[in-house]
T-cell receptor, first 113, second 109 residues
């Protein structure tokens, strides 16, 4: 079974804090993605990566950065958390071919106070 | 702009059939995905259509018409466990997924 894990299910941080969200996949997938999911909106892509040390901006990268030092790990960083970054964050991975399904982690519900 | 439309919420009865529609306008098309997401859980893959027609997989079927920019997910013999949100996503010309907001399906006994 493909497994994508995320470091926390729930996280509460204060405005201005630096926040790290970790994602690990165990199926040797090349592609990894970070989304946020908000009520009434579709999943929105923040960043994605096709290879180690490689990253591409998605639709809403502002206020976020990412790191992919190892193939299995993709980290999302909020440099200075703000209340409008309160959301559900979903990590996903997929094999290299574009048409493959994405496998999602359980999500991290982040609240920024 | 790119747009995926699907109903916000639908209600159906256990044992019945329900059809969830999805219409899309995207820059290019490289396939359409349906995912299921139970409350508080991760989305899980249901189906992928890239050619016109119906794909059947057990109680679930998915239909695609590329000329109409239209797909539907058909759920038969509904069970209580089918209560979930159903997400439609289209892969555009850059192979990026554009997601609909999801349809919350409520199953009543």
């Amino acid at each position: 079974d493909v497994k994508v894990t995320q470091s926390s299910r729930y996280l509460v941080k204060r405005t201005g804090e630096k926040v790290f969200l970790e994602c690990v996949q165990d199926m040797d997938h090349e592609n990894m993605f970070w989304y946020r999911q908000d009520p009434g909106l579709g999943l929105r892509l923040i960043y994605f990566s096709y290879d180690v040390k490689m990253k591409e901006k998605g639709d809403i990268p502002e206020g976020y950065s990412v790191s992919r030092e190892k193939k299995e790990r993709f980290s999302l960083i909020l440099e200075s958390a703000s209340t409008n970054q309160t959301s559900m964050y979903l990590c996903a991975s997929s094999p290299l071919a574009e048409y493959n399904e994405q496998f999602f982690g359980p999500g991290t519900r982040l609240t920024v106070l | 702009g790119q747009n995926i439309d699907q109903p916000t919420e639908m209600t159906a009865t256990e044992g019945a059939i329900v059809q969830i529609n999805c219409t899309y306008q995207t820059s290019g098309f490289n396939g359409l995905f349906w995912y299921q997401q139970h409350a508080g859980e991760a989305p899980t893959f249901l189906s992928y259509n890239v050619l016109d027609g119906l794909e059947e997989k057990g109680r679930f079927s998915s239909f695609l018409s590329r000329s109409k920019g239209y797909s539907y997910l058909l759920l038969k013999e509904l069970q209580m466990k089918d209560s979930a949100s159903y997400l439609c996503a289209v892969m555009d010309s850059n192979y990026q997924l554009i997601w609909g907001a999801g349809t919350k399906l409520i199953i009543k006994p």
